[in-house]
């Protein structure tokens, strides 16, 4: 059983950055891919970025690429989300997941889920 433990959530303003990062414990963290995803009130979850468990390949929803950088530090068991150039449509709960399969953009594809940090950002 993974337990996942998001923080660095916040409010910025609009062009901001902030760096989120999710915490794992209680299980191999270095075999699972990772990944990144988000919801708004009233939208469904949305997939944000993802990582394979080695770190060398890495995914990214449209919406976010060349803003948004996912990494990973196994010594740590740990899996970070930079986000630059921050906009208003990034405001949402974001939350990490781990699966052992391997890198997917599908939230049913993963097992375990955080509880969320929220990030809002303001224009």
């Known amino acids: 059983q993974v337990q996942l433990v998001e923080s660095g959530g916040g409010s910025v303003q609009a062009g901001g950055s902030l760096r989120l990062s999710c915490a794992a414990s209680?299980?191999?963290?270095?075999?699972?891919?990772m990944g990144w995803f988000r919801q708004a009130p009233g939208k469904e979850r949305e997939f944000v970025a993802a990582i394979s468990w080695s770190g060398g390949t890495a995914y990214y929803a449209d919406s976010v690429k060349g803003r948004f950088t996912i990494s990973r530090d196994n010594a740590k068991n740990t899996v970070y989300l930079q986000m630059n150039g921050l906009k208003s449509e990034d405001t949402a709960v974001y939350l990490c997941a781990a699966e052992d399969y391997g890198i997917s953009p599908r939230p049913d594809e993963y097992e375990y889920w955080g509880q969320g940090t929220q990030v809002t950002v303001s224009s």
């Open positions: 209680g299980g191999t963290f270095s075999s699972y891919a």
